[in-house]
């Protein structure tokens, strides 16, 4: 790739991008304008969102029509439009009454939505529970949705669809457009429809690996390309573009961008063997150099931080061993229709991997996804693990880009043996085969994200307001509790530290958190289990003189607010985590139970709002 085309290919890339989010924005914005049933009590979304996958594939196949009669710049435009609009219409239809995005504020999505609140309430590297910290989680999807938030004055939890939705939307795009630049228009258009339609089924739920996630199969071509010093797609502007990519991708997802160094390290090591030259050794080294460059722009503040003395625990993010992480995933062998195009993809990487490109990239990707899979289940010896089930959607994403290569060099091939008239009309037949596959899969998405769709509409959002009308949780009292909290404290959310159990307050309202929701989530600089001794210690007080005592003696910001709720023999309770790794399940709930007299003193403000116990520490004056 010489340096005019890879100008060219950002030019279209920038171009992409704008087709993107002006199609994505207005599609939200129509599709909030109606008042759409329930999800989960109608099937009018389902249908709508078919129509829309149906009408978005139909333009997908018109561009391609387009293309081989010579139309480029219309056919470009119309693949852009459908793509992205395929994308959007597929995830913002069945969440149209909602205001959540899919897992709506429950486990992980509580967290994520907690990031994505503090960093709309600030620009600037924070941890999003524990004050004073820097960054943990790599902090590029969650700042930009904080910047996009601020921008145009929404709340951090309400920008968490559509931005999710946009930047998921963007990927899609991008990874047509890079595909486009390697291989043939149509075929980049096949391969990015079918993993498109991969990603968005079982990687959308968590936005920000989904974006590396549809970005990885044209990555690791052109990375294989780069190494090899290949005419096409290799050279210099492959080596940088790889590098570059994978220092963005350490600012969005950690373990994604440890896979690819991973898969990167293999494909150099067996260069080397395969040449006996050490160059490309030497061209993973300059991607290495951009790629930590670029990562330390997020990772920075919190290294500068452990290297200057602040205690940090392990941390115990990598402690989760679910039973999907026990064993290896085929997903070639599955009885469905995505279960046959991997089969395809695999057959296809085992005929061609050593003939041609893409094929040898794929292949060797796929193969680290198992390498890796089997040495997370190894490091459990040494107490941890290397989360490979987070690995399973990006296997199926690519064996479906196998697999739409592998379908459509196999259709070409049969209509080779033929006379021309039959053999343009079996490459006919494979096209109305793949339209009706594609549209089959495309339809059956909203039921494979059922569960995560309907959770949607049964979480409380931050209005108070079930999306299902139903009677709302707990959660419809926060917004009294954050009016009582900044009159009684007079403070900005951002100054205070709330210690509570209900961390979904901390999701809606940028407060900081006297601790985390598990140590899995938690700060590494935080001291998680010595936090959660201080808790355990206080429900060994009888009276608020030792409780302040404790309270100020404390190493970190002591919380001045404690949302609690109510427990037997007069006492206030906290129902927090501890992690019992290697057990499944990894946490162990555990109940704190204070004394009430702890805070029956005039120096805390204690109210009841709904079923829960609010305690302020008065200002001192």
């Given at each position: 790739m010489k340096v005019n085309s890879a100008l060219a290919v950002i030019g279209q890339m920038v171009a992409a991008v704008v087709v993107a989010v002006v199609i994505a924005v207005i599609s939200l914005v129509e599709i909030s304008r109606v008042q759409w049933p329930a999800y989960n009590s109608s099937n009018q979304l389902h249908a709508l969102t078919t129509v829309g996958q149906f009408g978005c594939l139909a333009v997908v196949l018109v561009s391609g029509l387009a293309w081989r009669r010579g139309w480029r710049a219309l056919a470009r435009g119309a693949a852009l439009v459908s793509l992205s609009a395929f994308a959007v219409v597929t995830l913002a239809m069945p969440l149209g009454a909602t205001k959540l995005y899919l897992f709506g504020i429950s486990v992980d999505q509580q967290f994520r939505t907690e990031y994505l609140t503090r960093l709309t309430d600030t620009a600037g590297p924070h941890d999003m529970t524990y004050y004073g910290l820097p960054p943990f989680y790599p902090p590029g999807w969650f700042w930009i949705g904080g910047r996009l938030a601020t921008l145009t004055g929404t709340p951090g939890w309400e920008i968490f669809k559509p931005w999710a939705i946009i930047s998921i939307t963007i990927a899609v795009v991008l990874a047509f457009v890079l595909w486009a630049s390697m291989i043939r228009f149509e075929y980049a258009l096949i391969v990015s429809t079918a993993t498109t339609a991969a990603t968005l089924a079982y990687s959308a739920t968590e936005p920000y690996a989904a974006i590396i996630a549809v970005l990885l199969p044209p990555v690791f071509v052109l990375a294989w390309s780069g190494l090899r010093g290949a005419a096409r797609g290799g050279g210099r502007a492959a080596v940088i573009g790889v590098g570059v990519f994978l220092g963005v991708a350490a600012l969005f997802y950690t373990l994604?961008?440890?896979y690819a160094a991973f898969t990167l390290t293999i494909m150099a090591v067996v260069l080397v063997v395969a040449r006996?030259?050490?160059?490309?050794?030497?061209?993973?080294?300059?991607?290495?150099?951009?790629?930590?460059?670029?990562?330390?722009?997020?990772?920075?503040?919190?290294?500068?931080?452990?290297?200057?003395?602040?205690p940090a625990g392990s941390g115990t993010a990598q402690h989760y061993l679910p039973a999907a992480a026990a064993r290896l995933e085929f997903p070639m062998v599955h009885f469905t229709l995505?279960?046959?195009l991997c089969m395809v993809g695999t057959l296809w990487l085992v005929v061609r991997a050593r003939s041609?490109?893409?094929?040898?990239?794929?292949?060797?990707?796929v193969l680290a996804v198992y390498?890796?899979?089997?040495l997370s289940m190894l490091t459990t010896l040494v107490?941890?693990?290397?989360?490979?089930?987070?690995?399973?959607?990006?296997?199926?994403?690519?064996?479906?880009a196998a697999g739409a290569f592998g379908f459509i060099e196999a259709t070409l091939a049969i209509a080779r043996r033929y006379a021309p008239g039959t053999g343009r009309r079996i490459v006919t037949a494979a096209a109305a085969l793949g339209a009706i596959g594609a549209l089959t899969f495309s339809q059956d998405i909203p039921d494979v994200l059922r569960s995560d769709i309907v959770v949607a509409y049964t979480d409380t959002d931050g209005t108070g307001q079930r999306a299902d009308r139903r009677p709302p949780g707990a959660e419809q009292y926060y917004r009294e509790i954050d009016t009582k909290i900044r009159e009684a404290t007079g403070l900005p959310r951002n100054e205070t530290v709330v210690l509570t159990a209900d961390y979904s307050f901390l999701s809606y309202y940028p407060y900081y958190g006297f601790q985390g929701l598990t140590s899995h989530y938690a700060n590494p600089l935080a001291q998680f289990d010595m936090r959660g001794a201080a808790i355990e210690s206080w429900a060994t007080l009888t009276n608020a003189?030792?409780?302040?005592?404790?309270?100020?003696?404390?190493?970190?910001?002591?919380?001045?607010?404690?949302?609690?709720?109510?427990?037997?023999?007069?006492?206030?309770?906290?129902?927090?985590?501890?992690?019992?790794?290697?057990?499944?399940?990894?946490?162990?709930?555990?109940?704190?139970?204070?004394?009430?007299?702890?805070?029956?003193?005039?120096?805390?403000?204690?109210?009841?709002?709904g079923p829960f116990v609010l305690a302020i520490r008065k200002p001192t004056s």
């Open positions: 994604l961008t440890a006996r030259r050490l160059e490309p050794l030497l061209r993973l080294a300059v991607i290495a150099v951009i790629a930590c460059a670029i990562a330390l722009v997020g990772w920075g503040p919190y290294l500068v931080a452990a290297l200057n003395g602040h995505l279960g046959a041609s490109t893409r094929a040898g990239a794929l292949a060797v990707a390498a890796w899979s089997l107490g941890t693990t290397l989360l490979s089930f987070r690995l399973q959607p990006t296997l199926t994403i690519l064996l479906t003189d030792q409780f302040i005592a404790s309270l100020d003696k404390l190493p970190w910001k002591p919380p001045r607010v404690f949302l609690m709720r109510r427990g037997a023999n007069d006492t206030y309770t906290l129902r927090l985590a501890a992690d019992v790794y290697p057990n499944q399940p990894n946490v162990r709930r555990y109940q704190v139970e204070l004394n009430s007299a702890l805070f029956a003193d005039p120096r805390f403000d204690v109210s009841t709002v």
